[in-house]
């Protein structure tokens, strides 16, 4: 009798234990990576909240989290209640799980950071992005400062700036004209080059490729070539030139003075283009005291303000738009040192 309940009490205490441990890991890791990116999309809101209200700029970084699990099993036995037939044996079983986390929060400062954050994007980092499928004229709206058209010996430049009204809508209407390239799957994005183009350039021969190439090598690192040609899709409206890409910090910036002067405004796509999929007013939408219209995932308040994403039942763009600068300032600390600055230690 006595050994049947001991077998009985080892097996259920294997069994608690193996079940315990590994669901107690799921939920923490779980939990833990939905606080993390909560965190960052709150704190990357912030410094768009902040520069709207023409305040300095900070990040955070969570440098480590390192949680210790205590798991523990009691077991005995008692008389069972049979009544006056007591003679048995019940056993009992008790478990617990304590929770030890230890979470170091850095903040991203310093030479380094503050050089990669004001530095131009690479465009080798918008190229990954665009052939990955994202929308280039939501992806080319956030991160192009200007448009450079070159028209034989002569270049005009068109700034990506509201207030500029005379060049802001030329800027938004060629980029819309690339969407439209995309839309009809005519896109071509050169890894190599850094060139956009409506054409195949492995087609081209062997003496247009030799030029081809001598024109890309003249760009920058910060410099997006475009060749749109009249002879394939999209040429209805023919664009050879560049865009210049801005910092990260000027993104933030851009985003966060969409008001006053720099209020993005409505900019219909140029006669000789196609109907769009999609031409939003703003290139991300972020809305101050309007809650009745804000997206519920992310909103903070700053100085007595709200400050939430607008939310929209018919499109993702703003959520996407958000999606993108949040993959931007990934790889704007991901070469960071960890142990760049003092760490903030939280044992719980």
Wanted: net charge negative; hydrophobic share 40%.
């Amino acid at each position: 009798m006595k050994r049947a309940v001991r077998r009985w009490l080892l097996s259920g205490c294997i069994l608690l234990s193996g079940c315990m441990s590994p669901v107690a890991l799921n939920q923490a890791v779980m939990a833990y990576d939905e606080a993390a990116s909560t965190a960052l999309s709150r704190q990357l809101l912030l410094n768009i909240a902040r520069a709207r209200q023409h305040l300095p700029m900070h990040f955070t970084a969570i440098a480590n989290i390192a949680a210790t699990f205590n798991f523990q099993f009691n077991a005995g036995v008692s008389p069972a209640l049979t009544g006056n037939q007591g003679g048995l044996l019940a056993p009992l079983l008790g478990t617990s799980v304590a929770e030890n986390p230890t979470i170091s929060i850095m903040p991203v400062e310093g030479e380094e950071f503050t050089r990669r954050f004001l530095t131009p994007l690479g465009s080798d980092r918008i190229i990954l992005l665009l052939r990955q499928g994202y929308d280039v004229d939501m992806l080319l709206r956030l991160v192009a400062s200007e448009l450079h058209l070159e028209t034989g010996d002569t270049e005009q430049i068109y700034h990506n700036r509201p207030k500029i009204r005379t060049e802001y809508p030329v800027f938004r209407q060629a980029v819309l004209h690339l969407s439209t390239i995309q839309d009809r799957n005519a896109l071509h994005v050169d890894p190599l080059t850094a060139i956009l183009t409506n054409y195949d350039p492995a087609q081209l021969t062997q003496n247009q490729r030799t030029a081809w190439n001598d024109w890309a090598r003249t760009g920058n690192s910060d410099e997006i070539r475009l060749d749109i040609r009249a002879e394939y899709p999209g040429g209805e409206y023919p664009i050879r030139g560049y865009l210049r890409l801005r910092s990260f910090y000027s993104l933030l910036n851009f985003v966060g003075g969409d008001t006053g002067e720099e209020q993005e405004y409505p900019v219909g796509p140029d006669a000789r283009s196609p109907d769009a999929s999609e031409n939003p007013v703003h290139a991300l939408a972020v809305l101050e005291d309007h809650g009745e219209d804000c997206d519920p995932e992310v909103g903070i308040r700053l100085n007595g303000h709200q400050y939430c994403l607008a939310r929209s039942r018919t499109s993702f763009w703003n959520r996407e738009a958000f999606r993108v600068i949040h993959q931007l300032l990934q790889m704007t600390v991901t070469h960071l040192p960890r142990d760049a600055g003092p760490n903030i230690t939280i044992a719980k």
